[in-house]
């Protein structure tokens, strides 16, 4: 099993891209989120990746810029129903820390945004999703005194996205940025370190 790639970006389509890898090239399916991010072409990228196989395609390859997205679509792709692609396109439309909110409260709507994923799927999503950990950080689903449930806190991600759009700066290109700067700084950086990081994407 193939479980992180790191290379250069060859070629990037609307579903996939190509990875080269010490002269082999890796064909790897991204969700919109994840190609929108990627350096662009001739530059050095890491992706994780997950193998899951079908009788109808074989073995196929996805790509994940973090643990925490790879983590997410293998726990969706464990629910009945939930296929890769139908994962993919959860994580499109909800980050992992946005897709633990909506499982926090019970909010099915949110995650019936997804293309093709209906009401059913919706609330068997956020049912089977209960106390599983979507998002980094710990103790996301503790249950509190009298059986209400916590709710899911910020990520740092989240926390720094939310920092620059009280700045002025649109939630798009905000949570682009913050991306990018998670990208360069890699997976636990603190807060502030995102948000200047931030600033310094949006200054280029």
Known sequence: ???RLRGTVAE????EALIDVGGVGYLVRCGSR??????????DCQLHTENPWSEAQGPQLYGFLTR????A???LKAIQGVGPKAAMSVLDVLSPAELAGAVSRDDKALVGRAQGVGPKLAQRIVTELKDKP?????AVFQPQTGGA???APPSAVGEAVAALMG???AEAMARRVVEQAEGRLGPGSDVSALIKAGLQELGR
């Open 167 to 169: 700045l002025g700066v």
């Open 34 to 43: 994840t190609l929108g991010r990627l350096p662009a072409i001739g530059e």
């Open 68 to 71: 925490e997205e790879r983590r």
């Open 149 to 151: 449930r916590a709710p």
């Open 1 to 3: 099993m193939i479980g």
């Open 73 to 75: 679509f293998v726990l």
């Open 134 to 138: 979507i998002s980094d950080g710990p």
């Open 12 to 15: 990037v389509g609307e579903e």
